[in-house]
């Protein structure tokens, strides 16, 4: 079973960036596509971006798409999340998610990790 934890969340101003990291731990990151969500307050958790194990395949949100990039480095068990032009509506904790499935649009996922939080002021 693989673990896994997120980091790079934090404050940033409207038009700003963000790193997230997503680290994975106890099986190799190879094995699993990769997904990010995000859960506002009172909201449902939503799809962000998700990438196939071998990074070939790539899936954005309509709303994140030109903004945000996820990324893979099996070799450091990581996947990133770059997020650029953030805007207040990008607020939300944001989640890293596993599934040991090959990758299709709309998957559920099987592993998550504990969410860091993203707010950006306006």
């Known amino acids: 079973q693989v673990q896994l934890v997120e980091s790079g969340g934090g404050l940033v101003q409207a038009g700003g960036s963000l790193r997230l990291s997503c680290l994975a731990s106890g099986r190799t990151l190879s094995m699993y596509a990769m997904g990010w969500f995000r859960q506002a307050p009172g909201k449902e958790r939503d799809f962000v971006a998700a990438?196939?194990?071998?990074?070939?395949?790539?899936y954005y949100a309509d709303a994140v798409k030109g903004r945000f990039t996820i990324s893979r480095d099996n070799a450091k068990n990581t996947v990133v999340l770059q997020m650029n032009s953030l805007k207040p509506e990008d607020t939300a904790v944001y989640y890293c998610?596993?599934?040991?499935?090959?990758?299709?649009?709309?998957?559920?996922?099987?592993?998550w990790g504990q969410g860091t939080q993203v707010t950006v002021s306006s």
């Open positions: 990438i196939s194990r071998s990074g070939g395949i790539i």
């Open positions: 998610a596993a599934s040991d499935r090959r990758l299709v649009y709309g998957m559920t996922y099987d592993y």
